[in-house]
């Protein structure tokens, strides 16, 4: 009986160790959420990282060395997003990793990332990943603290005080709203309905009648993702809440006016990237250049429409494709250092200036304002 | 008052789904009696293929159709690969291969169609109606009326037509029902190609409102079993009781207590009936055979 | 000289333990390892409840979630050691289970499925909700074990990787011994008598509520710490660890592997392991794959891989 157990585990490790055998110049890690309850953020990202290493090395690669992406798909569970952590370090030996597309994998993967001193550009939104600081890990979306900071800055405006949060329970809604509800004194904003809904859930209009009926509110913010956003705004539609209405930016694809119906979204404002409004943007803004060949690239390549989570993941791997560069070695450190002296690098999200006190590189003017107007994006000036 | 009004609409529409969902469960428990956690699946699909075919350019009936007889199909296959090769193992094993093919099913699902999430027009517009001061969706009736039909059919078939008894004869006993002449498998083959319908049935019917996407099979399994067992498994009448009262309760909850905890107060209103009536609202008395 | 199965059990887990390591090409196979030893823990638990005592459970990683947020609140709210917490952890979880399982450990089959499965979607629910305690969905920071320093102190000087590989292996064999000596009990064998027939048991004289709900506590402490083993272990843990899909995998690792032994259940927790490592290169597949196993070992080796692996290489059933 040992001896058949044995073999058995010894059989299987030998194919656990088949899978890392091909050599290249540059390996590059990532552990993305292309299946699971977040396939619809790593999805698209999934498909950019390995579209961009493609064209890189058609291009010739980097320095004239091949890159290798070394991709795993951790659905979204952070604990198998720590197990390619660290099979990516150990075992892959790889230069730097991208991925974590939710917070939960984040911060799994952060941890390794930081005791082993291998850079690590995250995919996710929440403020705590980089703040404060830590020496090896960046990131590249928008904290959602930005995009409460943007949607209140926009009530504020309109000269509203009074609105009413609708959000998923999912760790994209969940820390929205409580970093909305940190925020939200600053614009001297009262939030007086706070209702909930689970990302599974088929309808929301218990939830929309509460807040139609509480006295004096003025707007109505929805920090969610997936279908559950799309619902809301139909149930909005349906009881005639006739409220500004502001989505998140984790609903920013053209995907969402489908699944809403422009019916329903005519009106809808979100905080957004360049890269929904591409067509919009004016010849010498600066990011032109990068999102209208990162479109271009992507829906040649995969015939669905760009959203803004497979423009976070262009953006990390041109962030780190300009740090190899510049840093003229896949030595870890070196790579660290030269990712930290980026600067004025254009993106789709934004352009981004790291320093060794702020490792987002973004503020609030790379947020734009926009507003669906026709079954379109458009900007608000 | 119309906010009353309004949670009811609200939890009478969700609440249809799962009695579909449901009602699902009970044809394939009365048959063989195994739970069929993939029962979720063949919601997904009916959507899933529904979308497919309908943006091919298919007309939405047909591409409804197409699934479900596609789904249909899908059941009876479930039934001769995993099922009756799987008689007489016990009730983890049975949960075992059906979640297996449901984990299965969702990875073929995922490779056939994409990963993104999808619905296809409402069948009569999405223009709400105005009752009392609350609101409803055309899409919503449809729901409704879907789940009713099905089981006022069900009931039928079960207590009027003699294939319907033939299904109940073989669940209460299978050896029993055989020594009278009744073609067990065939019933189990039909109990599975009914349930599969009905499953993707709901599926076409519900995507207009919860949308579609591979992975959302699961939520709606764990809704309508949960359903299933409140109103008393293997009874129609239980599940479509079951389905609305769970709808009810979530709307209810979410309106009137914490939208948060919604989903809570169907497992505890669960968790307290099971404590007084281990059966279920209307479920049968069981007794062990020794 | 022949072996029990007791001894059997304990020598192979602990060459596995021991030599495995020699084989490893670099330190990602420690934690593999160590996942394997921690999901070798839980199914143990599940074999108890399961295996022995023909009950079944939905909701055991409401269990693992206790435990692991025990282990990440209790340091920081009561300045308790994690190691503490830990057993706090286990503490709470037979509690709970204890209350839980008085009424529902009347109803069966199916019943007792839905029934353990709210208990299990209620501690999720509330570790996603109340984001003032656990921080939510996005999850929570874990304190140091701190056990690999004091080693240092005394000269052995394990990496992380190492330190939770040995440190979750050697849980796991004290764990199955626990089990097993079980097994042997008067207890075990009244669990294994109610589980032939409660009518049967009752009838001569086994207190069928209390060995079921005895089995059911023991169960859940298994669960509790390897909750607390996986929290201490990844220093970061997430209300996943509490969701219906964990507390499948858990019945699916026992159940598959063989549910009537412990290490039938600790191989089929290793084949889950090590499937989704190996698929990566086929990671489109791998949904397919995985349903596909389960399924076809279901149908076919009904009694679980290793009985059946066992059956044909020996011929007969031990």
Redesign the interface.
């Known amino acids: 009986?040992?001896k058949?157990?044995?073999t058995t585990?010894?059989g299987?490790?030998a194919?656990?160790?088949l899978?890392g055998t091909a050599v290249a110049d540059i390996k590059i890690g990532a552990s993305i959420a292309?299946?699971g309850p977040a396939a619809f953020l790593g999805d698209p990202e999934a498909k950019t990282l390995e579209m961009l290493v493609e064209e890189l090395n058609a291009a010739g690669g980097i320095n004239g060395e091949k890159v290798e992406l070394v991709?795993?798909?951790d659905g979204g569970?952070?604990?198998?997003a720590?197990?390619?952590a660290?099979?990516l370090?150990?075992?892959d030996e790889v230069s730097a990793i991208i991925g974590g597309s939710?917070?939960?994998t984040t911060?799994?993967i952060l941890?390794v990332a930081e005791?082993a001193e291998v850079p690590f550009i995250s995919l996710a939104g929440?403020i705590?990943i980089i703040d404060p600081v830590k020496p090896y890990t960046f990131k590249t979306p928008h904290t959602d603290r930005m995009a409460c900071q943007k949607i209140f800055e926009d009530i504020q405006k309109r000269g509203l005080t009074k609105v009413g949060m609708i959000s998923g329970?999912?760790?994209f809604g969940?820390?929205m709203q409580?970093q909305c509800k940190a925020v939200v004194a600053d614009y001297g904003i009262e939030i007086v309905a706070d209702e909930t809904y689970d990302p599974k859930d088929a309808d929301m209009t218990a939830q929309l009648t509460k807040i139609k009926n509480t006295e004096g509110v003025q707007a109505l913010v929805n920090p969610g993702f997936g279908q559950g956003p799309s619902i809301v705004t139909r149930n909005y539609k349906q009881l005639a809440l006739d409220l500004p209405f502001y989505q998140s930016h984790g609903v920013a694809s053209d995907g969402f006016i489908a699944l809403a119906g422009a019916d329903a979204a005519e009106g809808v404002r979100l905080p957004g990237t360049a890269l929904l409004v591409a067509d919009l943007l004016a010849d010498d803004d600066a990011q032109k250049p990068a999102v209208t060949a990162y479109k271009a690239a992507f829906e040649a390549k995969t015939g669905a429409a760009v959203s803004t989570f497979g423009g976070y993941a262009n953006d990390a791997f041109l962030i780190l494709a300009d740090a190899l560069r510049r840093a003229g070695s896949s030595e870890p450190a070196a790579i660290r250092d030269a990712i930290e002296a980026t600067a004025g690098l254009a993106g789709t999200t934004g352009v981004y200036t790291f320093s060794a006190t702020d490792h987002l590189g973004l503020d609030l003017t790379a947020f734009r304002m926009l507003e669906i107007k026709d079954g379109k994006w458009t900007l608000v000036e | 008052m119309s906010e009353l009004l309004q949670f009811l609409f609200s939890g009478i529409t969700v609440g249809a789904v799962y009695a579909l969902v449901a009602l699902g469960f009970t044809i394939i428990y009365n048959a063989s009696d195994v739970?069929n956690f993939a029962q979720g699946e063949f919601v997904m699909l009916g959507g899933m293929i529904t979308w497919f075919a309908h943006a091919q350019g298919l007309p939405l009936p047909l591409a409804a159709l197409i699934a479900i007889a596609a789904t249909a199909a899908l059941g009876v296959a479930m039934n001769k690969l995993?099922i009756e090769?799987?008689r007489g193992?016990p009730?983890?094993?049975l949960?075992?291969?059906t979640?297996?093919?449901?984990?299965?099913?969702?990875?073929?699902a995922?490779?056939v169609f994409d990963k993104q999430i999808h619905s296809f027009p409402a069948f009569s517009g999405d223009d709400p109606i105005r009752i009392g001061g609350a609101t409803i969706l055309p899409q919503s009736l449809w729901v409704i009326g879907g789940a009713l039909v099905v089981f006022l059919a069900l009931w039928l078939f079960f207590t009027r037509t003699l294939l319907g008894r033939a299904v109940l004869a073989t669940s209460n006993n299978r050896l029993a029902a055989q020594l009278v002449g009744i073609n067990t498998n065939f019933v189990m083959t039909l109990s599975f190609a009914l349930s599969a319908a009905i499953g993707a049935l709901a599926g076409v019917l519900a995507t207009p409102i919860t949308l579609t996407a591979y992975s959302v099979g699961?939520g709606f399994a764990?809704k309508g079993?949960?359903g299933a067992?409140l109103g008393g498994?293997g009874n129609p009448k239980g599940a479509l009781v079951g389905g609305f009262l769970i709808g009810l309760f979530e709307a209810m909850t979410a309106g009137y207590l914490s939208s948060?905890?919604k989903?809570?107060a169907a497992?505890?209103v669960?968790?307290a009936v099971?404590?007084f009536m281990?059966?279920?609202l209307f479920g049968r008395k069981s007794t062990?055979r020794? | 000289m022949r072996l029990t199965p007791k001894s059997?059990t304990l020598?192979?887990l602990a060459?596995?333990v021991a030599?495995?390591p020699f084989?490893?090409?670099?330190?990602?196979?420690y934690?593999?390892g160590a996942?394997l030893f921690v999901n070798g823990i839980a199914v143990t638990g599940i074999v108890i409840l399961?295996g022995y005592a023909g009950q079944?459970s939905?909701g055991h990683a409401g269990f693992a979630g206790i435990g692991a947020y025990a282990c990440a609140l209790a340091p920081v709210h009561w300045g308790l050691h994690p190691a503490l917490a830990a057993v706090l952890g286990a503490a709470i979880s037979a509690v709970l289970a204890y209350l839980v399982g008085r009424?529902?450990l009347?109803?069966?089959?199916?019943?007792l499925?839905?029934?353990t499965?709210?208990?299990g979607?209620?501690v999720s629910?509330v570790l996603?909700?109340e984001?003032q305690l656990t921080r939510?969905?996005?999850?929570i920071?874990v304190a140091d074990l701190g056990l690999r320093e004091v080693l240092k102190g005394w000269g052995l000087n394990l990496t992380?990787?190492e330190f939770w590989y040995f440190f979750c292996g050697l849980c796991l064999i004290i764990g199955a011994w626990l089990a097993l000596n079980l097994h042997n009990s008067p207890t075990g064998r009244a669990l294994r008598a109610l589980h032939g027939?409660?009518?049967?048991a009752r009838t001569v004289g086994v207190d069928v509520a209390r060995f079921k709900l005895q089995a059911f506590v023991i169960s859940a402490v298994y669960a509790s710490v390897a909750g607390s083993l996986?929290a201490l272990q990844?220093?970061?843990?997430?209300p996943?660890?509490a969701g219906?899909m964990h507390s499948?995998e858990m019945?699916?690792m026992a159940?598959?592997g063989g549910?009537g032994s412990v290490l039938g259940a600790i191989?089929g927790a290793?084949i889950l392991t090590?499937l989704?490592?190996?698929l990566?290169?086929f990671?489109?597949?791998?949904?397919?794959?995985?349903?596909?196993?389960?399924?076809l070992v279901?149908?076919?080796l009904?009694e679980g891989l290793l009985p059946s692996?066992?059956k044909k290489?020996w011929g007969k059933d031990e």
């Not at chain 1, 569970?77 to 198998?80: E, F, M």
């Not at chain 2, 979640?99 to 969702?106: H, L």
């Not at chain 3, 990844?234 to 997430?238: A, D, E, G, Q, R």
């Open positions: 009986m040992t058949t157990l044995t585990a010894l299987l490790l194919v656990l160790g899978t292309a299946t991709l795993y798909d569970d952070p604990n198998k720590r197990t390619f660290t099979r370090v150990e075992d939710t917070t939960g911060m799994s941890s005791d929440a705590d329970t999912d760790g969940a820390s409580a | 739970v995993m090769p799987a193992a009730v983890v094993s949960i075992i291969i979640i297996g093919a449901s984990i299965f099913i969702q990875g073929a995922q490779l699961i764990l079993f949960a067992m498994m948060q905890y989903d809570a497992f505890i669960i968790l099971l404590f281990p059966q279920g062990d020794v | 059997a020598i192979v060459l596995l030599i495995t084989f490893f090409p670099s330190g990602y196979y934690r593999v996942l399961t079944i939905l009424p529902i009347r109803l069966k089959g199916y019943y499925g839905v029934a499965l709210g208990f979607i209620l629910m996603n909700n984001r939510g969905p996005d999850g920071e992380n990787g027939s409660e009518v049967a996986l990844n220093k970061f843990i997430t996943d660890v219906f499948v019945v699916t159940v598959l549910v191989f290793g090590l989704p490592q190996v990566t290169v990671a489109e597949y791998e949904q397919m794959v995985l349903g596909l196993v389960m399924l279901m149908i076919f009904r692996i066992l290489f």
